[in-house]
């Protein structure tokens, strides 16, 4: 699928993404409940829900974005749902194992920017400052629900740098309307 130029908008994400979503919105869901759930979507949704992208092919945000605010455990359209946790565990335990025999917490964010720019088509992530200890990553990125900076971010950082080997880690969203400057995050992240 060619896409058109990216812009601050992230309008794609890559297949992995797509089924790391699934997996975690089937959890816990009985066949005909599944089913059911998958009735309440967007013909355009189930169709992708109900199908296995390959793991590089671009698949449309706004359908997972439908998927997870219409998900029966979701509460009032957060991304609750996708638990920033375990979505850092299905892809950096299982598809990127490799990554963790190699990474510390100051290379895991000194390549998030790279790991970013590849599972999302648009937007613009940046390592502004990584010391030991502690860094800064902006984000300049529109589209998806304000939890999915506010929460699952946050969290993905979290558990992909106590993957890496950082422990005590923290890490604070700075949103937009705190930068003054629209579809501006940034992320303060600290560990021991």
Do not use: C
Request: charged share 20%; aromatic share 8%.
């Amino acid at each position: 699928m060619r896409l058109p130029p990216a812009g601050v908008e992230v309008t794609h994400v890559r297949g992995l993404i797509q089924a790391t979503v699934t997996r975690i919105l089937m959890e816990s869901m009985e066949p005909l409940a599944w089913e059911a759930y998958l009735q309440t979507l967007s013909p355009g949704t189930q169709k992708l829900l109900r199908r296995n992208p390959s793991e590089y092919e671009w698949v449309p945000m706004q359908a997972l974005v439908e998927a997870v605010v219409k998900h029966p455990s979701s509460r009032g359209g957060t991304v609750s749902v996708l638990r920033g946790g375990l979505y850092a565990d299905l892809m950096m335990t299982e598809k990127h194992r490799w990554m963790l025999k190699v990474m510390t917490p100051e290379l895991m964010v000194s390549q998030s920017p790279r790991i970013f720019a590849f599972y999302h088509h648009g937007g613009e992530m940046a390592a502004e400052r990584v010391e030991p200890g502690r860094a800064t990553v902006t984000l300049r990125a529109s589209g998806p629900s304000p939890p999915w900076f506010g929460v699952l971010i946050p969290t993905w950082f979290k558990r992909s740098l106590e993957l890496s080997g950082g422990s005590a880690v923290e890490v604070t969203h700075e949103p937009p309307e705190a930068t003054g400057e629209p579809h501006f995050h940034r992320y303060w992240l600290s560990w021991a």
